[in-house]
Each structure stands twice: as C-alpha cells, then as structure tokens.
C-alpha cells in the first residue's frame, strides 16, 4: 500500500466527464461539490469505491486546473505526514512548486513534474479523517 490516493484531470465539462467514464469503465460518481479558492469557483467530484480515487475538477481560465485548452491529466495526489517538509523536499528535488492552496487556508501542493506532463499532489495527511469514507490511508513520511 503506498500514500497514492487519487489521479485528476481537469475537465471543461464535469458531468460529460463523469457520463463518460461511467459510460466506458463503470465508474460511480460521489456528489458534485462546489467550492472556491482565491479568485476561482470551481466544481470537484471524486469517484466511489477507491482508493484509488478518480477525481474531476471544472474550474474557470487562469485557475489551477484551467481546461480552457481541453481535457487533460492534471495530477497524482499522494498523503504526506507533513505538507511543509514534502514540498521542500520536492523543491530540492527539482520539481518546483507550481501552486499551494495553503495561503487560501488549504494544505495541499502541486509540483510539476515534466517527465510525466503533471504535477504531483501532496496533501497533508490531518485532512484524513474529513476526507470522503474516513478510510485511513498511509502517508509519505517526511523525515
């Protein structure tokens, strides 16, 4: 078991996405979420029966999961016992910060990861016990 938990794209349609991954692979959906961060609305759902999860999220131009140019894989999110140390970790690694939700109070991190055309997602492993079925799920553990 490893600290894997989800795979996203970034969809200009959310529910033509979830139709259709219902459609050719069975996929059941949780209930659509609305939300905002900074500047951007944005619409998240994440699948049943995971981990892992698939997650879709529909956000505007110029947000973080922009799908202005279409569909795309966005990014692998992973638990980590602390947000902090994992994105210095991953910054030292050469895969650069490309956006935090922690200014806006949201402990999770993007870094890019060209060699796979994504980011990476750490989030931190203290919004567990919130997050969809409790299921508690190992984290990468930062030294």
Do not use: K, N
């Not at 996203?8 to 459609?23: I, K, P, Q, S, Y």
């Not at 049943?48 to 990014?75: C, K, N, T």
């Not at 910054?91 to 990861?113: I, L, N, T």
């Amino acid at each position: 078991m490893t600290a894997f938990y989800h795979v996203c794209f970034a969809v200009a349609e959310l529910e033509r996405a979830m139709a259709d991954l219902t459609a050719s692979a069975g996929v059941e959906w949780r209930e659509i979420r609305r939300d905002r961060i900074g500047d951007w609305d944005f619409r998240i759902v994440f699948s049943v029966g995971g981990p892992p999860y698939f997650e879709l999220i529909e956000a505007g131009p110029g947000s973080p999961w922009d799908a202005s140019d279409g569909p795309h894989f966005h990014h692998l999110g992973f638990w980590s016992s602390s947000l902090t140390a994992g994105s210095d970790r991953l910054d030292r690694a050469g895969f650069p910060s490309e956006f935090s939700g922690c200014p806006y109070g949201r402990s999770f991190a993007y870094h890019r990861v060209d060699s796979i055309g994504a980011a990476l997602e750490l989030v931190d492993a203290s919004r567990q016990p919130g997050f969809l079925d409790g299921i508690p799920m190992p984290a990468i553990e930062e030294g």
